[in-house]
């Protein structure tokens, strides 16, 4: 299961059935679960904790430290869940003492080829890099989120459950729930109806969520004006509620 040419250091925990490709480092203060597949020329760095069926694929970096400058080598940390395929030179890296100190992935999570997850990134479940995606530190991304080619999200911005960040989208601000950006500086242009139809949303809710996207981004409205109305919209259809939250909580604003 595991190849002579690899190198596991007496630190990492494996579980009996991981299997290690050729040429593949596991550092000290790695735990991996059953299951997983770590390909040749992967290198995995700790401390780092990755769930059962992960599949890394080769060249891949996980676990190494961040690329901030104010990073002095604290014994920050990755957490993985399961199910999760890291494709081709895909780089992961832990946290920094200036936030949680841990960088957090979950599970069901596709990271195309030459995507990047920086420091003390959080990243829900059922997500999806396309190839070159990147995220910047402090960043956090919602359930069943997708990130289109070459998109990127700046520091600190967070991006809502069921939203679609358009190919080459650059957002710098914080991105609610459901709704699709394209452009750089990215814009709200549409509810990502295509996505909630694929996952069982009702064609009611669907309609609701377009209302209320039009309430939030093409009615003039300033922020607490339109979170007024959707409050009201959302006794009757709670999936409007998680664009409320955001909009309320949100440190850099939102795309408008």
Known sequence: MIHPTAIIEPGAKLADDVQVGPYSYIGNDVEIGAGTIIESHVVVKGPSTLGQNNHIYQFASVGETCQDKKYKDEPTQLIIGDNNVIRECATIHRG???DQGITKIGSN????????????AVIGDNVIFANNASVAGHVHIGNWVILAGNSGV????KVGDHAFIGMYSGVNQDVPPYVTTIGTPARPVAINTEGLK?????SDEIM??????KTLFRKG????????QLTEDAQQFPAIQPMIDLVQQSERGIIR
């Open 208 to 213: 609701a969520l377009r209302r209320a996207y």
């Open 154 to 157: 700046h520091q600190f911005c």
């Open 109 to 120: 999570n596709l990271f195309m080829a030459y995507t990047h997850v920086a420091h003390d």
């Open 221 to 228: 409205l300033k922020a607490d004006e339109a979170v007024a």
């Open 96 to 98: 920094t003492i200036q």
């Open 198 to 202: 694929r996952r069982g949303f009702e």
